[in-house]
């Protein structure tokens, strides 16, 4: 935020505090405002948080993507999101219809639309300039990749959702489930980042 958006020349050095401490207060008064569980913000932080992967792995694979397909990219999936927080009904007949703990499986429709905000953007204002969306992947890379592909379908977990037993230290089982693909993720993306900064 303060990268981006502020004045870049700008000397003031309260200005990164002022972003942090304001974007906590909106993060408060939103979860206050709302009547979801704790857990339920965090199911939907995470939706939310999902749709930037087609624009951080176009970013960190292409140099020229352009800032306005990135922004529409987000906003495109964000309201997908948005959209079955408020109107879940609109998804009947989609899997399972994202209704509180369930707000999850709007991921997959709202990357679908954040990839086409993206490629259609940036088709609009680059490819007049000879951009291309070739790019090579690496066989070390391949490995990593599908490790992360399986960890991305093992988290639609809905196995679990009907699930209230506790289980270990009196949670339920879906949350330490959820922790193991959590370290899983971490565990592949460490070996990879390693193998990418000794190449």
Do not use: C
Request: net charge negative; glycine share 6%.
């Amino acid at each position: 935020m303060t990268r981006d958006l502020l004045d870049k020349e700008s000397p003031e050095d309260w200005s990164r505090e002022s972003v942090i401490v304001s974007l906590s207060l909106l993060g408060l008064a939103l979860s206050v405002w709302s009547d979801l569980s704790i857990l339920d913000l965090g199911l939907l932080a995470f939706s939310m948080y999902a749709v930037m992967f087609p624009s951080v792995l176009a970013s960190a694979h292409f140099d020229d993507i352009d800032g306005r397909a990135v922004v529409a990219s987000i906003l495109a999936g964000e309201a997908v999101v948005i959209l079955a927080v408020f109107s879940p009904e609109s998804f009947n007949g989609w899997w399972v219809e994202p209704v509180r703990g369930a707000v999850p499986t709007a991921v997959i429709p709202s990357l679908f639309a954040a990839l086409a905000g993206l490629v259609v953007t940036q088709h609009y204002f680059k490819m007049r300039e000879g951009f291309s969306w070739r790019f090579e992947i690496n066989n070390s890379d391949i490995a990593p990749l599908i490790g992360l592909l399986v960890v991305f379908v093992m988290a639609q977990d809905f196995w679990w959702w009907g699930e209230t037993e506790t289980w270990a230290l009196g949670l339920p089982r879906w949350i330490w489930w959820s922790a193991a693909l959590s370290i899983a993720q971490t565990a592949i993306m460490a070996r990879w980042v390693g193998k990418v900064s000794s190449r």
